[in-house]
Structures are given as structure tokens and as C-alpha cells.
């Protein structure tokens, strides 16, 4: 008897926790429930999924995730919105939190919204051409503190140091098309703001994984930063590359979000 009494308290505690973590889910800006739609399952925890930014290009994003899942309950003679409907009705909810479409698929597409501290990654994928569709968001803390050229070229003089995060697919040097953003503005800093300005760029990962691996890795994508600054204007003899593997850590590698802090390209002046 006394087996059973904790049986039960254990499965009320348990599914009042779901209800709990269901409320909090359909609280969240980022996740629409469409007229007709119920959701049938959802969780939050910290993640790493694989995002898409094209139909080839998926980069590896790690952070807090909520997940959720809505079905079409509504019976009679209404029929669901179709998948593109679906994707569309989502993109215009992410343009009115001021965020941006990434890529746009025939059942899924991905988007980016900020706010001034934080960042949300979120895919939407439709299924059985709408019948049922999930929710994936991403959300990461703003770790980079230098975001603007200006606020780049401040950062040089009081601290001599850069943290960039660039987004890498997982263990190669392939750049996703959300870090043309830091790119762009290293560029505007080194062409406008300080043209005599030589910079390091040097590549660090976290500690999983072989040593010596992870520093070609790291010397790796910090040439494809330097590439892809030459190919905006900045002249080579101007940026010298370094590896440093998991050398020099600014976080414990002991969590996850200390990993991500790890995985970074940092610029410092050499003049």
C-alpha cells in the first residue's frame, strides 16, 4: 500500500511538472500555436542541434532548447493550412519581433530574432503537409560583448582583445553565412575605423577531443577568417593567423556553456 501511495504521488509530481513546462512553452513568443492546433509534446533543456542556414549548409548550435510539437485536432469539414502556409504564417511572426529568416524550405525553415541579450535560433518543420508541425528555439546568452566595428575598435584599446563567435560546421573551417556579420564589420573596422591597424586572429576550441586535432582545427578556421577578410577589402600582410587549439581557455570546460565560451576567434592589435 505504502508502494503504491508513492507510485501515485510520483506520477502527480511528474505530470504536473508536464503542464507546468507545457504553460511555460506556449508562453514563449517564439512558439505559435495556429487556430485548430493542440500541443501534443514539448520539453526544455540545454541542447546542441544541427541548424540549417540553406539546404547545404547546417552548423552545429548549442544552448537552452524549447522543443514543441502541435497536431491538428479539429474535426468537421475544416482542413489545416498546408505546410507553405504553415512557414509563412511563422515568418511573418518572426519579422514582427523585429528577427530575420534564414532559409525558407518546401516543409521547414529556420530564423534568427535578438533581443539586447540574447540570441534565438528557431527552426519550424511541417509534416504530413501540415497535419502536424514542431518548434525547435535555440536560446544562447550574448556572449560576443563587441557586436559593431566601433564597439570592436573600444574593445581594442581598453582591453588589447576581441572575443568573436563565428559559426563553424562541426570539425571543419566552413563558415555559415550568420557569421558574414562579425566578418563585415572586422572589415568596416579595419577599412574605416583604423586602416593602419594590423591584426592576430587567433582560433580556440574547447578540450573535447585530440589536442593536436583541435589545433590544426583551431589555425584552421582562423585562416578562412582571414580569407574571407582579404576577400573584403583587407590586404593579407595585414592579419597574421594563429592556432591555439584548447590552449587557452576563458571558461571551464567542465559545462557546456563554458565549451561554447571556448569555441572562439579572437583579434588582438599588433600595433
Known sequence: M?????TLISYLLIFFSIQINAQDVLDNPLVVKLSGYELIYSESKFDEIEFPMSEVDIFPISGNKTFATFKY?????????????IIQTYFDKVKSLRGKPLFKGSNYGSFQVRSNTKKFWCILETHEDGATYTITIIEQEKIQEAETAQEMLE????????????QFSTGSANLSQASYENIKEVAKLM???APRL?????????????VESNKKLSLQRAVAV????????VKSERLEPIGWGSEKPIAPNSTEVGRLKNRRVSIKALN
Not at 73 to 84: D, F, I, L, R, V
Not at 203 to 210: A, E, K, L
Open 155 to 166: 574593445m581594442l584599446k581598453s582591453k588589447g582583445e576581441v572575443n568573436l563567435y563565428f
Open 226 to 233: 582571414k580569407n574571407e577578410l582579404i576577400k573584403n577589402g
Open 191 to 193: 577599412n574605416q575605423f
Open 198 to 210: 594590423n591584426l592576430s586572429i587567433e582560433g580556440h576550441t574547447d578540450n573535447v577531443g585530440n
Open 73 to 85: 485536432e479539429k474535426s468537421g469539414a475544416y482542413k489545416h493550412p498546408n505546410a507553405n502556409q
Open 2 to 6: 505504502r508502494s503504491t501511495k508513492f
